[in-house]
């Protein structure tokens, strides 16, 4: 369903689902698999980084485009949009540091600021960064140009931390765990402003799913616990695909019993 805004904008339903904790278990469950998906097809598959970000950009275009075509959310089209562009996100990263050799401290900053700049933007042309509010196909551009500077720096950032301070996956799982679980008691307790609070913890949920992902993957020698990518992207995949069914299932119970009334 579709109507049009006084200054000629179209309108259509919420494009995006209800931030609930089927949400984030599903979006921090797609950036472990934005991490190990990553490392399986550049090196497992022998891709290399710029076969596997070619070939992962075009189908991120692909069900890009299937998204803003449909005309509320659909639970299956909207995440793997986001599984892509976790993969996506990554690869941005991996290529700017391992190809042109750039710090991890360095891409944190570049996309640190190209990510404030997209919602400086985005308010000032809607006024708004909520995303209860995407209903028109320019606020949902911003939205996902939004979530890969989210995925693209919580790459940067969590790399920065695992790798670069040489703390180690499991403890870098613990510090992002525990900021996310602070923003969490900032927005119940003391009233930290919601938009606010959902764009810091869709930020840190990328470092923390990744350290985790590398944690249950990389070999036990690096500080993993060797479960390989493979198995790793398979068991995060499976359970991200039951919880869309299920979601998918429900959502068409809802439409139908609101069909009926």
């Not at 939004?146 to 403890?171: C, H, S």
């Not at 510090?175 to 938009?195: D, E, M, P, Q, R």
């Not at 350290?211 to 500080?223: R, V």
Request: glycine share 8%.
């Amino acid at each position: 369903m579709k109507t049009s805004l006084n200054n000629g904008t179209t309108r259509m339903l919420n494009k995006v689902p209800e931030i609930t904790l089927f949400f984030w278990i599903i979006k921090i469950m797609a950036t472990t698999v934005g991490e190990t998906a990553a490392d399986f097809l550049n090196a497992d598959l022998h891709f290399g980084l710029t076969g596997t970000s070619l070939v992962m950009g075009v189908l991120l275009l692909v069900a890009l485009v299937f998204q803003l075509r449909a005309k509320r959310y659909v639970p299956a089209i909207y995440w793997i949009a986001v599984v892509l562009i976790s993969v996506f996100g990554t690869l941005v990263t991996d290529n700017l540091v391992d190809n042109f050799g750039i710090t991890t401290k360095t891409t944190t900053i570049i996309f640190s600021g190209a990510l404030l700049a997209t919602f400086a933007a985005w308010y000032a042309s809607e006024k708004t960064l909520s995303i209860h509010s995407i209903f028109t196909t320019r606020r949902e551009l911003f939205y996902w140009v939004a979530i890969l500077f989210t995925f693209a720096l919580g790459t940067a950032a969590g790399d920065l931390v695992a790798e670069g301070m040489q703390l180690g996956y499991a403890i870098s799982a613990l510090v992002f765990g525990a900021v996310i679980g602070v923003v969490t008691l900032a927005h119940y307790f003391f009233k930290l402003n919601s938009v606010l609070a959902f764009w810091i913890a869709y930020i840190l949920t990328r470092p923390f799913g990744a350290s985790c992902g590398d944690l249950l993957s990389q070999p036990i020698a690096n500080g993993g616990l060797g479960l390989g990518t493979v198995a790793t992207t398979v068991i995060f995949l499976g359970t991200i695909l039951s919880l869309v069914s299920y979601l998918t299932i429900s959502q068409k119970k809802t439409v139908s019993a609101q069909t009926q009334r």
